[in-house]
């Protein structure tokens, strides 16, 4: 295998590429044995931190497998599931027109059997296990700040926000790849309430919005209740949002108004988009005059040895409205977002000011102290390393107990997982079973406006008691096991 001399990227993250290609084509089948410790060095003229760190990705990636005193082996993911990983998909044959939204009777309807099985274990969710974030040390924080300031909850607090939380989000944006000034952030109430404002601030009532498809179902939810289109643009597994149906899209369509895109983890396909995507969708949307809304939640549950560049990183014009927030990272309880709103930077602060009023303070300097903490990459560290454990053995299970035709492409980090089931084992079927046996899980048809993805599920990572989601994994497998052999 040869690697380039002129790549950006380090030789470790090079030489497990090569490797996830052999696995990925077949090269390398499941059970095959890796070289040993030593034989890759030699074959790669390489040092053993450079062995180490190479086996340390394919294994992150759940592709192999360490046995003791065996060595190492590929992982029966990709041989259990003939197929396994999501194949490409042919955008001319999914490309639509844009139309109304009608997703919100199909999520109120979900919401409503749910509740009659309030007890379900939950593996529809996207948001870790409570045990996983830091609440202690949030805690400690929140009893000494109001100790020092017990007018924060009777003072209504800073009209554009925390100005030290501020100041430490534009100081952690330059981790993202883009400049911000304390004063053009605006502070929101969780991400949902930023893209929120964000479609308000570039859109009317009756306009067309281009989303990728498979698109997370809140999303839509928001677009159907600002009366706007959705134009479905079709996102690959691996990938993300295609660029070349994009461009299509834009040229065929003059009324497009705004592109909603979630680059890092996309909800619900796990993927990440490569930096040269993110670029040329900027540079597309800046031709057509189209606003892009960047909504980037799971940008730090990435698994990279860099920090991923946001689109906001190539925006020269500002046209790029940035949007996150802590909740899927830090503080899902405390609803804390922002949003830089670049040449709509004031449109939305009035919008903000008009919709919610200002942010509840206490959450805001309690997340100011943490973040300039070590406490908090550390954190982060931990966080993925328990989420990449969980993912891992999540695609064991799945790889174990699903039906042969089933298709998924692990996730690039997060807890999501995107699964294409073979024919017969519709999506709702399977969500009522499931349901019916105490599981939660969200099926396909939630996360399209125009009827697809009937045969997919999404399915998360479990809480803290691993056995429990082996069973319900388990479980789910015999229910498709069971749809998928009616259907022959």
């Not at 300031?149 to 003072?155: E, F, G, I, K, Y």
């Not at 800073?158 to 911000?180: M, S, Y």
């Not at 809304?293 to 046209?319: F, N």
């Amino acid at each position: 295998m040869n690697v380039s001399a002129q790549s950006t990227q380090p030789l470790y993250r090079q030489l497990a590429g090569q490797y996830r290609r052999s696995i990925e084509t077949g090269v390398l089948r499941a059970g095959d044995r890796m070289p040993s410790m030593r034989a890759f060095m030699r074959q790669h003229d390489v040092s053993l931190a450079t062995a180490t760190e190479s086996y340390r990705v394919l294994e992150r990636e759940a592709l192999i497998e360490a046995r003791p005193r065996e060595g190492y082996f590929v992982r029966a993911i990709a041989s259990t599931l003939p197929g396994a990983r999501e194949p490409e998909p042919d955008w001319r044959e999914t490309q639509t027109e844009a139309q109304f939204v009608g997703i919100h009777a199909n999520i109120s309807a979900l919401v409503a059997r749910w509740q009659q099985v309030p007890d379900a274990l939950n593996l529809g969710g996207v948001t870790a296990a409570d045990a996983l974030f830091p609440g202690e040390a949030l805690q400690k924080i929140a009893v000494r700040t109001l100790r020092h300031r017990p007018d924060l909850l009777t003072s209504p607090g800073h009209e554009r926000g925390d100005p030290r939380l501020r100041a430490v989000i534009a100081r952690r944006a330059l981790a993202a790849g883009f400049t911000v000034h304390p004063d053009e952030i605006v502070m929101t109430h969780g991400g949902t309430e930023a893209v929120n404002l964000a479609l308000r601030a570039v859109t009317q009532p009756g306009d067309t919005v281009a989303v990728e498809s498979p698109c997370f179902y809140g999303l839509l939810q928001v677009l159907e209740s600002l009366g706007l289109r959705a134009l479905e643009i079709p996102a690959s597994p691996t990938t993300g949002l295609s660029v070349e149906a994009l461009d299509f899209a834009l040229r065929q369509h003059a009324d497009v108004k705004a592109l909603v895109v979630v680059p890092h983890l996309q909800n619900p396909l796990g993927c990440v988009m490569p930096d040269a995507h993110k670029q040329r969708i900027v540079e597309l949307c800046a031709q057509a005059g189209v606003a892009v809304i960047e909504d980037d939640p799971y940008r730090e549950l990435v698994e990279s040895d860099t920090p991923p560049r946001a689109l906001k990183s190539w925006d020269t014009q500002g046209g790029v409205i940035h949007c996150t927030s802590f909740n899927k990272t830090l503080a899902p309880g405390m609803r804390v977002g922002w949003m830089a709103g670049g040449r709509w930077h004031s449109r939305i602060a009035m919008l903000k000011f008009a919709q919610s009023r200002l942010n509840e303070p206490l959450s805001q300097a309690v997340l100011a102290e943490f973040l300039q903490s070590q406490a908090h990459e550390r954190h982060l560290r931990r966080l993925r390393e328990r989420l990449a454990l969980q993912r891992a053995r999540m695609a064991q299970g799945i790889s174990a107990s699903f039906p042969a035709g089933t298709r998924f492409t692990p996730p690039a980090g997060g807890m999501a997982f995107w699964i294409e089931l073979p024919p017969g084992a519709g999506s709702m079927a399977v969500f009522e079973a499931a349901l019916a046996e105490g599981i939660r899980i969200m099926p396909g048809t939630v996360f399209s406006n125009s009827g697809r993805f009937e045969r997919f599920i999404r399915v998360s990572c479990p809480g803290p008691d691993p056995q429990s989601a082996d069973a319900a994994l388990a479980r789910i497998g015999a229910i498709a096991h069971r749809l998928a052999a009616q259907e022959c």
